[in-house]
């Protein structure tokens, strides 16, 4: 039985994916930001891939000085809206708050954080502003959290930033990736209209930089080339049947989802490949979506997803059921997916085999392959000089994010190979201090 | 069951919880609802020449997000006609005789005090409570807590009193003195029954960082209050154990100031109280509070073995002694649990800038540890630790040795000279004042910067 019935209104869809982190009113900010211990040398801020001053801004919420608990997350981070609100905080800053060791409940970090950083974006309250103009320009490729925050910390150290993005709008998979339940369009896009009234650097949408020439034209006009590209489409299985009407990858049925809402059209009985977090969101939506059957199939057993507990968690507390140590064979259908022909599997010593003579059909009306994103590796392959390593990962110094090319700088997925928005944000804030480094020698 | 009643100074009551002169003891209605709810008695909303108030009257203390830790006021006696008062002290007398109904008063004159001390008393009050603590609006016109700070005159007004009364009297103090004893003894002197304390403490509760004025706000500006509530008590309970302890007042104390539960009523009997009274915290909860009082009380005494309120009255007074009879030879350490402990690290930072630099931190742990040869006792970490006996304070004295300073000044061998061998501190380690600086600086940059401060010089 499914859970959910197929939202056919914008609020109705809305209900469907309410908001896992609601925005906190001022009093549960005040009784929430008063619970916090103030801790030495807080482990909250050691387990934050951006290293907010937690204490810090929840000490200033306590006092109602949110103005300055805005400018304490932003300035480690320029996403920090956002971030609040889809970090996965169980195994970041709200993981590692001591109140977990008492057996109390962690402080609702991210939450805290939103309402915060909430307060000035409503309020277009400016912390801050461009640096004395340096003469020196940068081209940031990708709009990304990687990439905004990128040309946010270029600007704010004086260089001209031009930032081309392939999409109609800024955020990258923040508002093509991320699950709606974790924020919704208009506060993805809100922080970046913030952030551009007050950093100016020029967005060019729907510019794609696909080739060679337009590389080599940047090359020419920029001092620097901030990467932040992201990955690529979901990757291919490589099984036949593949291109069956109804078989997707997850990131292009999201980014669908994100764009358009209960418009689109989602499976009565849905086969999700896959055991990581975007497997689990995209079952998840699936579900909220109004489909009556959702089956998360993965090569291994539950123990062995990749994706966070909780995610999991979220996905069975909608319905979704699991099959797991099964891999697929082949998508079966005519010309509309009907099924999948799977193998079963077991795990010995590591590795995973086929259990011989253990086939059979499970049937379903759409497949989504949540097999990974592919690298850009195409596109990298135009940069002269730019490596990638084995997995196709731009190579670049851990601290200063300039790549092989010396003109080339890089950070977020791109670079890490597929982590988090709040990484994003955290690696591309300092490349942009490696980049300054870089220009001022 | 024991027994909660008491007969103080004659008046008897059911149990030692009054209300207090104020708000709730406003009108016959209030009070016959909290004797109804199980208050022993109420000492009424101070009667004389009617008032008028002025609107906003309250302001708040709050703590983080608790609320009126501290409560202060602006108001003055009450303003409802003295006849309709003294009507209604009739009625609730005639339906609750055996609680008390005391009569608080304020007036000027000698003959004033005569005829309203009578006509309280025809009126078939228990008692009265002559509030000479009122720090604000009453005072200015020569009463409350201008006559609580004349003993002289606080003297006469009780012998004027007592030249009338032919029920107890109690005299209510102000707190806004230096010492508390010489009106309580003034008190003692123009022959009042007991003693009651403390009124309200001289106040500013805040003030609006917009408006530029002091709360409450009346019109843009404000004034000094008088402030009470949870915040008082530790004052309370020291100026109820100094007038407890005096060897000369000899007088019943009613204990007055920051009782919200059985506990801190408790806390004032062991002091030296012998009946409490509670306002701020009938204001904020309503009179229901009552029952977890009594309730509370009763335990107690049950687990305590107490049959009456009077086994333990002034109980810990002969624990509090001046500081220099105190054993200099108790020595206590600090000692953390490191199985409890969550690492917040508190401690460590308490007594790192706080106290005696006398907890480390080592590489690899989040537990602090104690440098034992550091460590003074000073009890701070364990009062900033959040876990409930994470950090204990351990007993590491043989506890066969006894010397106070008093002692040791006898014998001179207290330190005397500026650059004393003798000094406490002499042998005690400080790190290098240089040493401080840069310790803790990565902690004040911004994000990342933090991890990377050093490779990017930063
Ligand atoms: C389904 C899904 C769910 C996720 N959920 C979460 C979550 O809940 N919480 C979380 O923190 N993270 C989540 N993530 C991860 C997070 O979204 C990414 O780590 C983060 O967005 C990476 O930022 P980025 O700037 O490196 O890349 P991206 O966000 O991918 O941005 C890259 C941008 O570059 C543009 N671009 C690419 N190539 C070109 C080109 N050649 N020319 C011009 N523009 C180009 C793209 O259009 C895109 O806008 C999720 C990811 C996915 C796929
Ligand atoms: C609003 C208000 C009005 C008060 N009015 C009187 C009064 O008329 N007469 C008096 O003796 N004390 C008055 N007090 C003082 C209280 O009786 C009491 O001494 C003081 O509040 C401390 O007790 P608490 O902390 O338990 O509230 C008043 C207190 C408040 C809050
Ligand atoms: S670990 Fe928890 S309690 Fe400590 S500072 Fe961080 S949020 Fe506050
Ligand atoms: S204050 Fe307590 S819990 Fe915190 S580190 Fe110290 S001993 Fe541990
Ligand atoms: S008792 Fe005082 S001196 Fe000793 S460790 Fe604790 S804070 Fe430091």
């Given at each position: 039985?499914?859970?959910?019935?197929?939202?056919?209104?914008?609020?109705?869809?809305?209900?469907?994916?309410?908001?896992?982190?609601?925005?906190?009113?001022?009093?549960?900010?005040?009784?929430?930001?008063?619970?916090?211990?103030?801790?030495?040398?807080?482990?909250?801020?050691?387990?934050?891939?951006?290293?907010?001053?937690?204490?810090?801004?929840?000490?200033?919420?306590?006092?109602?000085?949110?103005?300055?608990?805005?400018?304490?997350?932003?300035?480690?981070?320029?996403?920090?809206?956002?971030?609040?609100?889809?970090?996965?905080?169980?195994?970041?800053?709200?993981?590692?708050?001591?109140?977990?060791?008492?057996?109390?409940?962690?402080?609702?970090?991210?939450?805290?954080?939103?309402?915060?950083?909430?307060?000035?974006?409503?309020?277009?309250?400016?912390?801050?502003?461009?640096?004395?103009?340096?003469?020196?320009?940068?081209?940031?490729?990708?709009?990304?959290?990687?990439?905004?925050?990128?040309?946010?910390?270029?600007?704010?150290?004086?260089?001209?930033?031009?930032?081309?993005?392939?999409?109609?709008?800024?955020?990258?998979?923040?508002?093509?990736?991320?699950?709606?339940?974790?924020?919704?369009?208009?506060?993805?896009?809100?922080?970046?209209?913030?952030?551009?009234?007050?950093?100016?650097?020029?967005?060019?949408?729907?510019?794609?930089?696909?080739?060679?020439?337009?590389?080599?034209?940047?090359?020419?006009?920029?001092?620097?080339?901030?990467?932040?590209?992201?990955?690529?489409?979901?990757?291919?299985?490589?099984?036949?049947?593949?291109?069956?009407?109804?078989?997707?990858?997850?990131?292009?049925?999201?980014?669908?989802?994100?764009?358009?809402?209960?418009?689109?059209?989602?499976?009565?009985?849905?086969?999700?490949?896959?055991?990581?977090?975007?497997?689990?969101?995209?079952?998840?939506?699936?579900?909220?979506?109004?489909?009556?059957?959702?089956?998360?199939?993965?090569?291994?057993?539950?123990?062995?997803?990749?994706?966070?507990?909780?995610?999991?968690?979220?996905?069975?507390?909608?319905?979704?059921?699991?099959?797991?140590?099964?891999?697929?064979?082949?998508?079966?259908?005519?010309?509309?997916?009907?099924?999948?022909?799977?193998?079963?599997?077991?795990?010995?010593?590591?590795?995973?085999?086929?259990?011989?003579?253990?086939?059979?059909?499970?049937?379903?009306?759409?497949?989504?392959?949540?097999?990974?994103?592919?690298?850009?590796?195409?596109?990298?392959?135009?940069?002269?000089?730019?490596?990638?390593?084995?997995?196709?990962?731009?190579?670049?110094?851990?601290?200063?994010?300039?790549?092989?090319?010396?003109?080339?700088?890089?950070?977020?997925?791109?670079?890490?190979?597929?982590?988090?928005?709040?990484?994003?944000?955290?690696?591309?804030?300092?490349?942009?201090?490696?980049?300054?480094?870089?220009?001022?020698? | 069951?024991?027994?909660?009643?008491?007969?103080?100074?004659?008046?008897?009551?059911?149990?030692?919880?009054?209300?207090a002169?104020?708000?709730?003891?406003?009108?016959?209605?209030?009070?016959?609802?909290?004797?109804?709810?199980?208050?022993?008695?109420?000492?009424?909303?101070?009667?004389?020449?009617?008032?008028?108030?002025?609107?906003?009257?309250?302001?708040?203390v709050?703590?983080?997000?608790?609320?009126?830790v501290g409560f202060n006021?602006?108001?003055?006696?009450?303003?409802?006609?003295?006849?309709?008062?003294?009507?209604?002290?009739?009625?609730?007398?005639?339906?609750?005789?055996?609680?008390?109904?005391?009569?608080?008063?304020?007036?000027?004159?000698?003959?004033?005090?005569?005829?309203?001390?009578?006509?309280?008393?025809?009126?078939?009050?228990?008692?009265?409570?002559?509030?000479?603590g009122?720090p604000?609006?009453?005072?200015?016109?020569?009463?409350?807590s201008?006559?609580g700070?004349?003993?002289?005159?606080?003297?006469?007004?009780?012998?004027?009193?007592?030249?009338?009364?032919?029920?107890?009297?109690?005299?209510k103090l102000t707190p806004n003195i230096s010492d508390i004893t010489?009106p309580a003894?003034?008190?003692?002197?123009?022959?009042?029954?007991?003693?009651s304390l403390i009124n309200t403490i001289q106040s500013?509760v805040?003030?609006?960082?917009?408006?530029?004025?002091?709360?409450?706000?009346?019109?843009?500006?404000?004034?000094?209050g008088g402030y009470c509530g949870p915040a008082v008590k530790p004052i309370a309970l020291n100026m109820v154990k100094n007038c407890a302890?005096?060897?000369?007042?000899?007088?019943?104390i009613?204990g007055i100031g920051g009782i919200e539960?059985?506990?801190d009523?408790?806390e004032h009997?062991?002091l030296g109280a012998?009946?409490v009274q509670?306002c701020t915290?009938?204001?904020?909860?309503?009179?229901?509070?009552?029952?977890?009082?009594?309730?509370?009380?009763?335990?107690?005494?049950?687990?305590?073995?107490?049959?009456?309120?009077?086994?333990?009255?002034?109980?810990?007074?002969?624990?509090v002694?001046?500081?220099?009879?105190?054993?200099?030879?108790?020595?206590?350490?600090?000692?953390?649990?490191?199985?409890?402990?969550?690492?917040?690290?508190?401690?460590?930072?308490?007594?790192?800038?706080?106290?005696?630099?006398?907890?480390?931190?080592?590489?690899?742990?989040?537990?602090?540890?104690?440098?034992?040869?550091?460590?003074?006792?000073?009890?701070?970490?364990?009062?900033?630790?959040?876990?409930?006996?994470?950090?204990?304070?351990?007993?590491?004295?043989?506890?066969?040795?006894?010397?106070?300073?008093?002692?040791?000044?006898?014998?001179?061998?207290?330190?005397?000279?500026?650059?004393?061998?003798?000094?406490?501190?002499?042998?005690?380690?400080?790190?290098?004042?240089?040493?401080?600086?840069?310790?803790?600086?990565?902690?004040?940059?911004?994000?990342?910067?933090?991890?990377?401060?050093?490779?990017?010089?930063?």
């Amino acid at each position: 039985m499914a859970e959910f019935f197929t939202p056919t209104t914008e609020q109705e869809f809305a209900a469907n994916f309410a908001q896992l982190k609601p925005l906190m009113n001022r009093t549960e900010a005040l009784y929430e930001s008063s619970r916090c211990l103030f801790c030495f040398d807080a482990p909250c801020i050691k387990a934050c891939p951006s290293g907010i001053d937690i204490p810090q801004f929840i000490r200033q919420i306590n006092s109602g000085n949110e103005t300055g608990a805005a400018r304490t997350i932003y300035e480690a981070n320029y996403f920090g809206n956002a971030c609040g609100k889809v970090c996965p905080t169980e195994v970041l800053c709200e993981g590692a708050c001591v109140y977990n060791l008492q057996d109390v409940k962690p402080i609702e970090i991210g939450r805290l954080q939103s309402y915060a950083t909430t307060k000035v974006i409503e309020s277009g309250k400016k912390l801050f502003s461009p640096g004395a103009a340096n003469g020196k320009s940068v081209a940031v490729i990708g709009a990304g959290p990687a990439g905004i925050s990128a040309a946010c910390e270029l600007r704010a150290l004086g260089y001209a930033v031009d930032v081309f993005e392939a999409k109609a709008q800024p955020s990258g998979l923040t508002v093509y990736g991320v699950a709606p339940y974790k924020i919704t369009n208009e506060e993805t896009l809100a922080e970046m209209d913030y952030l551009q009234a007050q950093f100016g650097y020029n967005t060019h949408f729907n510019s794609p930089i696909n080739s060679r020439e337009e590389l080599m034209k940047l090359e020419n006009k920029y001092d620097a080339i901030f990467l932040g590209i992201g990955l690529g489409k979901t990757n291919a299985l490589g099984l036949p049947g593949e291109n069956k009407i109804n078989c997707t990858g997850a990131v292009e049925f999201i980014a669908e989802l994100r764009q358009h809402h209960h418009e689109i059209a989602v499976g009565r009985k849905v086969i999700v490949l896959g055991g990581g977090n975007t497997a689990m969101d995209a079952a998840s939506e699936s579900a909220r979506l109004g489909a009556e059957q959702v089956t998360l199939a993965y090569r291994r057993g539950k123990e062995e997803m990749g994706a966070y507990e909780f995610e999991y968690d979220l996905a069975k507390g909608v319905g979704v059921s699991g099959l797991f140590n099964v891999a697929p064979l082949e998508i079966v259908g005519d010309d509309y997916v009907a099924g999948v022909r799977f193998i079963r599997t077991e795990t010995i010593n590591g590795k995973v085999s086929e259990i011989a003579g253990s086939e059979f059909v499970e049937p379903c009306d759409m497949v989504i392959k949540a097999t990974g994103q592919a690298k850009q590796t195409e596109f990298l392959r135009l940069i002269p000089g730019l490596e990638v390593d084995g997995k196709g990962r731009i190579v670049a110094n851990a601290h200063t994010g300039q790549t092989t090319n010396p003109k080339y700088f890089a950070s977020g997925d791109a670079w890490n190979g597929g982590a988090e928005v709040v990484n994003a944000a955290a690696e591309a804030k300092l490349t942009a201090r490696g980049i300054h480094a870089y220009l001022s020698k | 069951m024991p027994d909660l009643s008491i007969n103080f100074a004659g008046i008897k009551s059911p149990n030692p919880f009054w209300l207090a002169s104020a708000p709730p003891t406003n009108s016959g209605y209030q009070i016959m609802k909290a004797f109804d709810a199980g208050w022993g008695g109420a000492v009424w909303k101070t009667l004389g020449v009617p008032v008028v108030n002025v609107s906003s009257r309250y302001g708040g203390v709050n703590y983080r997000d608790k609320r009126l830790v501290g409560f202060n006021n602006i108001e003055l006696i009450s303003d409802r006609p003295l006849a309709d008062n003294l009507r209604e002290i009739e009625e609730v007398k005639k339906r609750f005789p055996n609680h008390a109904v005391i009569a608080s008063l304020m007036v000027q004159s000698r003959q004033e005090w005569h005829d309203i001390v009578r006509q309280s008393q025809d009126a078939g009050a228990d008692g009265f409570e002559l509030n000479f603590g009122c720090p604000h609006g009453m005072c200015e016109r020569g009463m409350g807590s201008a006559v609580g700070q004349e003993p002289k005159i606080l003297q006469m007004i009780v012998e004027w009193v007592m030249e009338v009364a032919t029920k107890p009297v109690i005299v209510k103090l102000t707190p806004n003195i230096s010492d508390i004893t010489e009106p309580a003894l003034a008190a003692r002197r123009g022959g009042a029954d007991a003693i009651s304390l403390i009124n309200t403490i001289q106040s500013i509760v805040g003030v609006d960082i917009d408006q530029f004025a002091p709360y409450p706000i009346v019109d843009g500006k404000g004034s000094n209050g008088g402030y009470c509530g949870p915040a008082v008590k530790p004052i309370a309970l020291n100026m109820v154990k100094n007038c407890a302890q005096h060897p000369d007042i000899k007088l019943p104390i009613s204990g007055i100031g920051g009782i919200e539960n059985w506990r801190d009523a408790v806390e004032h009997i062991l002091l030296g109280a012998s009946s409490v009274q509670v306002c701020t915290a009938a204001m904020h909860f309503g009179f229901g509070i009552i029952r977890e009082m009594t309730s509370g009380l009763e335990q107690y005494m049950v687990d305590k073995g107490f049959s009456t309120i009077y086994d333990f009255v002034g109980k810990a007074l002969p624990n509090v002694l001046p500081w220099e009879q105190l054993n200099m030879k108790y020595k206590v350490m600090a000692n953390i649990h490191a199985e409890k402990c969550i690492g917040c690290q508190l401690c460590y930072t308490a007594c790192e800038d706080g106290a005696h630099q006398a907890i480390r931190l080592n590489a690899g742990t989040r537990v602090p540890e104690i440098i034992e040869e550091n460590c003074v006792g000073c009890n701070l970490c364990s009062l900033v630790c959040p876990v409930e006996d994470c950090i204990t304070m351990d007993r590491t004295d043989s506890g066969t040795e006894h010397i106070t300073w008093k002692e040791r000044v006898a014998a001179g061998t207290a330190p005397t000279e500026f650059n004393d061998e003798r000094a406490g501190g002499r042998h005690h380690w400080v790190p290098e004042p240089s040493a401080a600086l840069g310790k803790e600086r990565h902690k004040t940059l911004p994000g990342k910067a933090r991890v990377y401060a050093g490779d990017l010089g930063l």
